[in-house]
């Protein structure tokens, strides 16, 4: 594998991701349940883990996988629906965003934010709230 | 003559880095296809000997589009790529048709032993 061409390819791919992500983010704040918007956080998540994987940036891979599991619940639960959920994938953006731009600086990839790793770890296998909804306090 | 491929995965990190693995060992990659829908037409056009398929894709899923090939192809070959944890989606894209599977990140090894077999099975 040549690093330069595929660190190149990753900027690229995961540069339109983390936008797309942020799009979708603004819309699932709109409606938590919207189901295309969850489809597509919950895809470019998945594609970050793989090219992080693939290139070795395990923060990168790890909170991504992280935010998939999140995600992939919410899938199944047919939408976000818990109130911690939003800002939660919010924090997830900006902490990729961060990592993607340690990578285009050139410098090692940040370690993930130990207390958002422990929020998402700590919402592992937790049940369904038992009330819906929830708004996320960042705005973008 | 070189086994010819289709490589349908939504991200173009992924179909360069397959290409990159499969193409000096002798595969061609003849399409790339982004999403599931897309690699059901391509396959449709090219007639591949042999498609990479990602599981997780947009507009139909990996295993919905393996459905289509088999249903259009049933001697298709298709190996899955998949990642760790997708166990049971890749257990129903190999009883949807698909004869193996990778798994992400690549041992480019794995991805051509993987390849090979699939090729070389007998009808």
Do not use: N, W
């Amino acid at each position: 594998m040549d690093p330069v061409k595929y660190r190149h390819l990753f900027l690229e791919e995961a540069t339109e991701h983390l936008a797309e992500i942020g799009r979708a983010l603004i819309v699932l704040e709109k409606d938590p349940r919207d189901a295309e918007a969850l489809e597509q956080v919950f895809r470019m998540t998945h594609s970050l883990k793989g090219m992080g994987a693939s290139l070795g940036y395990e923060a990168v891979s790890g909170l991504s996988h992280l935010l998939e599991d999140r995600l992939g619940t919410y899938r199944e639960r047919g939408g976000i629906d818990d109130p911690e959920g939003l800002p939660l994938l919010f924090r997830g953006l900006e902490s990729l965003e961060r990592m993607v731009e340690a990578v285009r600086a050139g410098e090692a990839v940040p370690v993930e934010d130990p207390e958002l790793i422990a929020d998402l770890e700590a919402c592992r296998g937790a049940p369904p709230p038992k009330k819906a909804g929830g708004r996320a306090d960042r705005r973008r | 003559m070189a086994c010819r491929v289709l490589v349908a995965d939504d991200a173009r990190f992924m179909r360069q880095l397959i290409r990159d693995i499969i193409e000096p060992e002798g595969f061609e990659v003849v399409g790339e296809a982004g999403d599931g829908r897309e690699a059901v037409e391509e396959f449709q056009r090219l007639q591949p000997d042999l498609v990479t398929m990602d599981v997780v894709m947009p507009k139909r899923s990996g295993i919905e589009a393996v459905r289509d090939i088999m249903a259009l192809d049933p001697t298709a070959r298709v190996a899955m790529v998949s990642a760790l944890g997708q166990e049971a989606l890749v257990m129903e894209a190999l009883e949807a048709g698909a004869q193996d599977y990778v798994v992400k990140p690549f041992k480019p090894e794995v991805v051509l032993e993987t390849l090979r077999k699939i090729s070389e099975k007998e009808e």
